[in-house]
């Protein structure tokens, strides 16, 4: 019976100690979450599934050509926002565009001055720091499929990739895009698409309110250059930029709070520029944190 009893009172004992425990942590003050830091909580995965290969091209597996095809991003991207670098952001395009647009890129080199500096100047007030890019660093997880062409006319019909080939608007967003590269038949063109060449296609993953975009590469030497669409033209170009710098300016607080996030979102922009893809309206484009970026 004596058992019993403090068997009783140690049972009890131990019931309130636990009940005390609950009441603390209870009390306890919770840990503040910034709405970053829950938006981050919410956000899916970004799907890193890199493009097909169109016919006419064979697989490539050349890990060391990524640092070049990275640092054509990083390289379009300061472009869009440096002063007087219209003309330089189109010597990262391939050589059949840089003809085509070379002359008013240079004539017009100074347009998106007054829409570059006003992000340079949001970019530092917001992440303190100036408006530049690590290639290895802020561009590393994209994801990217390499090839070499081995059938150059059937790979011309079909050059470049579709820009957005997903989603319910995807054909009326990249029309420009689907036009058909021209063969070598035309020498005044200086088409790269020619068998042995090097390409490459980069997928941006959809976020941020914008689709998933295919960035058409070839190489040319040692680097890899962005290939547009034939029927862009350099006053295209230089109002797509400035449409989507001015779109993504207005609305600094809306940026990613992450600027590894920061870079992507605004190389995406710059690529949906240069394919003819016009951005969202702002309120289905309000960018937010994306926690699937890999480390």
């Avoid at 064979?58 to 440096?82: G, H, M």
Wanted: hydrophobic share 35%; net charge negative.
């Amino acid at each position: 019976m004596k058992r019993r009893v403090i068997s009783l009172i140690t049972t009890a004992t131990l019931a309130f100690a636990g009940l005390s425990s609950v009441f603390a942590e209870d009390a306890a003050p919770k840990a503040s979450v910034s709405p970053a830091d829950r938006q981050e909580q919410r956000a899916e995965p970004r799907d890193s599934t890199p493009a097909s290969l169109p016919s006419g091209i064979k697989p490539k597996d050349n890990q060391s050509d990524n640092k070049s095809i990275r640092e054509t991003f990083e390289d379009l991207t300061e472009a869009a926002v440096e002063e007087n670098a219209f003309d330089d952001l189109v010597e990262r395009l391939v050589d059949q565009d840089r003809n085509r647009i070379g002359k008013f890129a240079k004539d017009h080199a100074g347009d998106l001055n007054a829409i570059g500096q006003r992000i340079k100047n949001a970019w530092h007030e917001k992440y303190k720091d100036n408006f530049e890019f690590d290639a290895d660093a802020d561009f590393k997880n994209l994801p990217v499929v390499r090839g070499e062409i081995s059938d150059a006319k059937q790979v011309a019909t079909h050059w470049p990739v579709p820009a957005v080939s997903t989603g319910p608007n995807a054909e009326a967003i990249q029309a420009s895009a689907r036009q058909e590269k021209t063969s070598n038949d035309n020498p005044d063109l200086n088409s790269n698409i020619e068998n042995g060449r090097e390409v490459a296609i980069v997928t941006i993953p959809a976020s941020h309110g914008l689709p998933a975009l295919n960035v058409s590469l070839v190489k040319e030497l040692h680097c890899y250059r962005a290939d547009a669409p034939n029927t862009l033209t350099g006053q295209q170009l230089s109002d797509n930029l400035i449409k989507h710098m001015t779109e993504v300016a207005e609305h600094p607080d809306q940026w990613p709070a992450d600027r590894r996030d920061a870079a992507n979102f605004f190389a995406h922009h710059v690529m949906m520029a240069v394919y003819d893809v016009n951005a969202p309206t702002h309120e289905k484009s309000a960018p937010q944190t994306d926690s699937g970026r890999k480390d």
